[in-house]
């Protein structure tokens, strides 16, 4: 029984496959008959069957291909003095069979090709208009969050001012305090000065009463000389009392203007803080803005080129999105 090998575009033999590849018009009349199947062949792209079918057509002018070809290497395999007419037919077969499944899959091939390059395009277009959106939206938030910081500060102040304050009062009750007590030890100094020396002298006077009168004399200098010793001693206990008082209160002012110093610096440092950080974050967002205002007037002043050239505003759109893309190769929109 004679085997029948068969792929819908052609039916070949095995007994007469010799014939096919080393006969005068073989192989050109099955390339001639696939051809003409091929070319006759119809079918609508815009629609999923008629691509299915044309992928199919092309499928099977492949397998066309690969029969020939095992058939050729099995008269190879067979005929081996003939192999340079099989080689040379099988190489005409694939050669013309890879044009004509590609010539067949054309339609479909740049269908996908369009149809990839207009969905890219939308997507870069959703793409666009989403990054505006956030950026106008980031803007807002930004200009919010610059509200919230500024009142951040101005709380900040009022109550390093507050508390400035009530410092200075506590160290001005301190100073006050250290005064009024400086004072109270200088009365009781001066008062038990005043003491011991009546009660020395009462002493001494006492002493000398009941002495001999011939020590009379000498009791009465002696008693001089120790009032005058004590009004000397009075005088300096109170000189010293007044230094001592003197040195307690200029401490007290130091101490306060010491701290009064230290709270005006860390108020001025937090202030310079605030203003550079104020000042830095809204020259970033200044920079920002002018760079999205930038961007889209080089887009209208493109669009309106582009329409002065004939084009229609949803054509300028695309073209511009096709550019902004990288689709259009050697131009470019430098912003």
Known sequence: MTEVISNELIVVEKLKAVEVFTGPAG???????IEGKVASFQADVSTPKGRKEIASMAYKVSQSKVLLDELGKGLVSEWKTKSALVDAARKTARDRLDALRDKAREPLTAWEEAEEKRLAAEKLAQEIESAHESALAEHALFLKAQELAAKEAELARIEAERLAKEEAERAEREAKEAAEKAEQERKANEERIRKEAEEK????????AAAEIREANRKAAEAQAASEKAERDRLAAIARAKEEQEAAVRAAEEKAQKEAARIEN???????????????????????????????????????GLLSAGLNDKQAKEVITAIVGGMVKHIFIKY
Not at 27 to 33: C, F, R, T
């Open 27 to 33: 192989v050109e009349k099955i390339l001639a008959d």
């Open 201 to 208: 002298a009462k002493r001494e006077a006492e002493e000398a």
């Open 266 to 304: 860390e108020r001025k440092a937090k202030e310079a803080a605030a203003a550079a950080k104020e000042k830095a974050e809204r020259e970033e967002a200044e920079r920002k803005a002018a760079d999205v205002e930038h961007r889209r007037s080089i887009n209208k002043e493109v669009i309106a």
